[in-house]
């Protein structure tokens, strides 16, 4: 028995039992009153308009409208260059749901799918490849009629039927890869393909039953070339990526001499990345998730876009009493920044104007820290080396006539007292010397001349 509500005004909310598993072309089209739609999932296929020109249509958002596990409809206009991502656990597409949408230039039809509607991609004129899961058996009339620049039809191994006009009008096609050993079954009183430059590749062990079988009549070339893909990997299970910056991931099919190469890439959330053609663009920051798909199977890759500051120098020599300025950038420039030494005593900090400005204190390492004063930013780096040079007796940071006194001091008293006797060696002869006192002045003298 069957029920039809087709235009009922009245009617405000539908609960659809458990035990339905279809419904019917039009049933609830043009309730008006119809907002609240309960569907289980038990239903795997609704027909065409069933829920057209109720409240609760009308109400959804432009874009992929689901009527419980079922994708329902693109509703609106498609943009351009638009790739679809059907969500897991999707169970069908809805007959029509693509019709017309010449900007669907690419679709994954997940392996749960079991049902694909009559007309459901009919006239996406911008599709060049399609996929059939292997969860897919039927494929209806004029499922992809007229999309004319279609070119790579791959058929997966469960695919046992093909209704007429299925391909009507694909007249570009140059290659159909059917997976399966047995050949699909073909209505004969139709124009299921219409290509008539088509190869038809099957498997190796096949190619005798195909050759007799009815599929073998719209194909003048047939191969026996097909091995099905059965999986995928992506070269990175996880990224961390500077905001800005890009990576290449490299998507691997197995078994390596699949038939098909094709892959769809896809982000979860292109405002933190984008992804073409396997280069991610972090273009924000945040997290997200980089698909590849083959065929239905998905291989992903998780993505941390940081905002991360950045400084010219990552390590910086300073002489003591001797001022290193930093400029802190960052691709989403925080309100401020804080920054820290990890041994104030030999080398201190500050931010001053949005810049960070270290002075030397005394010879070591230290590590300056510069973070984002409201923590929106990933934190940076510099190590710092405080270093002497030969000459500089009292390690201030200079060679001068005080270092001079301070030689001669050394020499007649042996007082060690705020002087490094390693800088007095100047002449490199392992040992303190009046040959260093007139090697320093010859460096003073040097100095002074240039």
């Known amino acids: 028995m069957s029920f039809k509500y087709s235009g009922c005004s009245s009617l405000t909310s539908i609960n659809i039992p458990n035990s339905v598993t279809s419904i019917g072309n039009f049933a609830f089209e043009a309730c008006s009153s119809l907002t609240s739609i309960n569907i289980p999932n038990s239903v795997t296929n609704i027909g065409w308009c069933a829920f057209d020109g109720t409240a609760w249509y009308n109400n959804q ?28 656990g999707t169970t069908g597409i809805v007959g029509g749901a693509f019709g017309g949408c010449t900007g669907l230039t690419n679709i994954n039809i997940p392996n749960s799918v079991t049902n ?34 279609l070119i790579n039809v791959y058929l997966s191994s469960s695919v046992n039927t093909i209704v007429h006009n299925a391909f009507n009008g694909c007249d570009s096609i140059m290659n159909v890869y059917c997976f399966a050993a047995t050949p699909p ?12 430059r088509a190869t038809l590749h ?11 079988a009815p599929i073998s009549d719209y194909f003048e070339n047939i191969v026996g070339d097909a091995i ?19 990576i290449k991931l490299n998507a691997t099919i197995t078994p390596a001499n699949a038939s098909c190469k094709e892959v769809i890439w896809y982000s979860t959330d292109p405002s933190v990345a984008t992804v073409k053609n396997g280069i991610v663009t972090a273009v924000g920051y945040g997290e997200c998730d980089i698909f590849a798909y083959c065929m239905g199977m998905p291989a992903i890759c998780h993505i941390t876009a940081t905002n991360r500051i950045s400084l010219e120098q990552q390590e910086a020599m300073l002489l003591p009493n001797h001022m290193l300025t930093l400029n802190p950038t960052a691709p989403v420039m925080p309100a401020g ?29 230290t590590t300056i820290t510069v973070t984002s004063s409201d923590g929106t930013a990933t934190p940076a780096t ?24 301070a030689l001669i001091n050394y020499l007649l008293s042996g007082d060690e007292t705020g002087f490094k006797v390693a800088n007095a060696d100047l002449n490199n002869d392992s040992k303190v010397s009046i040959a260093d006192v007139t090697a320093l002045i010859n460096i003073l003298l040097t100095t002074e001349t240039e």
Do not use: W
């Not at 509607?117 to 499922?143: K, Q, R, W």
């Not at 201190?348 to 270290?358: H, L």
């Not at 510099?382 to 006194?405: A, H, K, Q, W």
């Open 382 to 405: 510099c190590l710092v080396t405080v270093y002497t040079e030969p000459g500089d007796m009292n390690c201030d940071g200079f060679v001068r006539i005080s270092d001079v006194t």
């Open 228 to 246: 099905e893909p059965t999986g995928i990997s992506i070269s990175h299970d996880s990224v961390d990526i500077q905001s800005g910056k890009q």
């Open 61 to 88: 958002s432009d874009g992929l409208v689901y009527a419980g596990l079922l994708a329902y409809c693109y509703k609106g206009t498609m943009p351009e260059e638009t790739c679809i991502i059907l969500k897991e």
């Open 116 to 149: 694909i509607g009559p007309a459901s991609f009919s006239g996406c004129s911008g599709l060049t490849s399609i996929y059939i899961p292997n969860s897919v058996s039927y494929i209806e009339d004029d499922t992809f009629g007229d999309c004319f620049n």
């Open 185 to 196: 079954l073909i209505y004969i009183n139709g124009a299921t393909f219409t290509s008539t």
């Open 202 to 212: 099957v498997p190796a062990a096949s190619l005798g039953v195909y050759f007799i």
């Open 337 to 365: 920044f804080t920054v820290t030494s990890s041994d104030p005593t030999v080398a201190a900090a500050r931010v001053i104007n949005s810049k960070v400005q270290i002075v030397g204190i005394k010879e070591g390492t």
